[in-house]
């Protein structure tokens, strides 16, 4: 079974910083790119960062270039994102996301997502 697990949100103050990890299991993690999707209350839920497989490419959407950095541990199965100088407007809750197929037999490709984590910045 494919599992996503999302942790490290929080309350911080506007220029804060926060390590957001996403831990996988139940496929092959360094075989696929792995994303990070936020939602805002009442908006809809926006991709934020990308990683691929090989950690050779990474995407940011414009709003958080510069402050924030995707990485990826492949010998633990592990997505992070470093969050830095946040501001009020990164308040949302945070879903990693990964389009695969399972490791188990039959499995089909589809999207996965995490449980999200909440990251609230005061202002």
């Known amino acids: 079974e494919v599992q996503l697990q999302a942790s490290g949100g929080g309350l911080v103050p506007a220029g804060g910083s926060l390590r957001l990890s996403c831990e996988a299991s139940g496929f092959t993690f360094d075989d696929y790119a792995i994303g990070w999707f936020r939602q805002a209350p009442g908006k809809e839920r926006k991709a934020v960062s990308c990683?691929?497989?090989?950690?050779?490419?990474?995407y940011y959407v414009d709003s958080v270039k510069g402050r924030f950095t995707i990485s990826r541990d492949n010998a633990k199965n592990t997505v992070y994102l470093q969050m830095n100088d946040l501001k009020f407007e990164d308040t949302a809750v945070y879903y990693c996301t990964v389009y695969a197929r399972g490791s188990s037999l039959g499995s089909t490709y589809q999207w996965y997502w995490g449980q999200g984590t909440q990251v609230t910045v005061s202002s």
């Open positions: 990683i691929n497989s090989s950690d050779s490419k990474r």
